[in-house]
């Protein structure tokens, strides 16, 4: 029996293959640049590429690709091969420097929001040395950056190290002023756990729907859900557990450290969550793990929906963002400290986020908008549209002595005039944990509860990143002002408390109440939808803070803002033209041929007895015919709402009319459909039904 250790990242170029196989210069050199950001000298860059091909080529590789992470959501790869041509008219191997370090791929095609015309086709990636090269099948895959001719990013993964630079810069600022002038870099880490449903790939064949929009639009509620909570951490099924088994096994050769694995809530709904790594490296393996997620359930005769919401009913699929924050040297900044010092550094580096979180909640939100978490958000098993913060009984005990200057009454009473009197050692786990909240404290880290399961969590932690950064640098700029540093700094915490504690709130997420409390008593955003939200990406303040940090240019956050409404609207029209045609060509003609049917066999009874009454057959015509009725007028509606949108003006325009019109038109439609399958028999129902869906993996 083969031992993790003993496989784990065989395909990846990292740290232990670099010391193997490059000189100790070449490797100090490197590391500088890794751990550092020191410019890249050509020729250490040669060397390292020659190593990383010969590498590559003993492990089986034939081609290299610049791996990177374009505005779709998903990733990207052009393939060139190794060989170059000889001149005894055979090939060698090659792998330059130049070609390690930079790639052009076509620009054209990706969405761009208007940055690039369709005939200005030139693009470039550039390697990220942070994110280990790793081989998948025969090609080596080198994580890169992609921007435009003109310089302006077209991917995900420039603007996020551009956010944990800008974090970087103002967090060292700080930790500078509380005498740690050893700290050279500060990293924020991130552990997504990711949820996911599995379906026999037979069932996902005969749906259109799923296999066009990787959600169910259509599905009555079967006569057993996840009512009996009988499937959450049940006892994995052979089926699943012999998937689960495969995935890790491909996760960990990739150096990805896939750790817990359960089955979740809904039937079929299971969860993989990695140990915590940087940002910019969870991000490369989340979208790597979604996409082995899916290949090996190929495999196995399966196939992992990603959707956030691929069941109505039932549980729906989120991705929890655990981001914390740590100097080099694994100091956890959001760990409480030992000494009256280390504890304010904490408490500031916890005001920060709160006042991050709370002005710029429209950023946060934005973050994780998507047509599919939309449908997600506010149901009952996620956080609802209103960002909030939980912090827990004690430490929520411990903001509130500071803002009212009172003795903290916890396990001793304790003075809170931070850095002179003594603060209490805070633990953690001393109050429990709330999964209804959006952005909750959780000992060490916050957990961002509202990303959707298909997302890439890019988004997120640059929003996040950039505005804790700002907070920080609001915060810095007054102490390398301050004559007296302790009291400026114990002001501007208890101030921070004040202005910013109406977006803390440790009760019930799900609570109906809470919503009404949070929008016309505290002043919360309430954005429900994408079109909502998404626009005020272009708010002057959040402009303004997100170039300032050089995260992202005007020119960038304009495009960023044109693609997701313009991926929004193009998510709902599929979803629509595949309602209509499913309506048409499959449900309206199965209810047609049992209306038939039931028709027929009132008949022949009668035939055989006049005085039979066929009274179950009667209503059951009766009440279908007028389902067929209404299933034909609400497919018309939403032929005729879907058509409208060609009067839009601008994407704007477009998604308010899907919010407004076209999903309440779909909604009509499905609720007659549905309703027709639960009276219509099952041999004659076109596709496999929740209860197929729900309870098909063995």
Known sequence: MKKVSDFFGCKVFDDRVMKANLSAEVYQSLRKTIDEGAKLDIGVANAVAAAMKDWAVDHGATHYTHWFQPLTGVTAEKHDSFISPSPDGGVIMEFSGKELIKGEPDASSFPSGGLRATFEARGYTAWDPTSYAFIKGNTLCIPTAFCSYGGEALDKKTPLLRSMEALNKQAIRILHLFGNDDVKCVRTSVGPEQEYFLITKEM?????????????????????????????????????????????EELWKLGILAKTEHNEVAPAQHELAPVYTTTNIATDHNQLTMEIMQKVAAKHGLVCLLHEKPFAGVNG????????????????????????????????????????????????????????????????????????????????????????????????????????????????????????????????KFEFRMLGSSNSIACANIMLNSAVAESLKIYADRLEKAENFEDVLHEMIRRTIKDHKHVIFNGNGYDDTWIQEAVEKRGLLNYRTTPDCMPHLLDEKNVRMLTSHKVFSEA???????????????????????????????????????????????????????????????????????????????????????????????????????????????????????????????????????????FGVK
């Not at 990787?214 to 998937?243: C, N, S, W």
């Not at 003075?415 to 909750?440: E, I």
């Not at 179950?616 to 299933?631: D, M, P, S």
């Open 204 to 248: 996902y064949e005969q749906r259109r729907d799923l296999r066009f929009t990787g959600r169910t639009l259509f599905g009555a509620k079967p006569p057993k859900g996840q009512e009996m909570d009988d499937h959450y951490f049940g006892v994995i099924k052979p089926r699943v557990a012999a998937y689960m088994e495969e995935l890790n």
């Open 317 to 444: 699929s989120g991705k929890h963002n655990n981001w914390s924050l740590t100097a080099d040297g694994g100091v956890n900044l959001l760990s409480p400290g030992e000494t009256p010092y280390e504890n304010a550094q904490f408490l500031l580096f916890l005001c920060a986020v709160i006042k991050a979180v709370d002005d710029y909640q429209d950023l946060l939100r934005l973050s994780v908008a998507t047509a599919g978490n939309d449908h997600r958000l506010g149901a009952n098993e996620a956080p609802p549209a209103v960002i909030s913060i939980f912090l827990g009984e004690e430490l929520n005990a411990v903001l509130e002595a500071i803002e009212t200057g009172t003795p903290y009454a916890g396990t001793e009473k304790t003075q809170m005039k931070l850095g002179v009197d003594v603060l209490p050692k805070f633990n953690r786990d001393t109050t429990d944990r709330n999964r209804t909240s959006p952005f909750a404290f959780t000992g060490n």
């Open 556 to 694: 960038e956050l304009k495009s960023r803002c044109e693609i997701m409404l313009e991926n929004y609207c193009k998510t709902v029209l599929i979803e629509a033209n595949t309602m209509i045609d499913m309506a048409k060509t499959e449900i309206a003609p199965a209810v047609s041929a049992y209306v038939l049917e039931l028709a027929n066999t009132a008949a022949a009874k009668k035939a055989v007895d006049d005085s039979i009454s066929c009274g179950y057959e009667t209503k059951l015509v009766k009440n279908l015919a007028g389902l067929e009725e209404q299933i034909a007028i609400r497919t018309e509606e939403l032929e005729k709402a879907v058509m409208k949108l060609q009067d839009a003006e601008d994407v704007e325009a477009e998604s308010y009319m899907i919010r407004d019109v076209v999903l309440e038109k779909m909604s009509d439609l499905r609720a007659a459909c549905d309703e027709a399958e639960t009276m219509t028999a099952k041999k004659y129902w076109p596709f496999p039904t929740y209860g197929d869906l729900l």
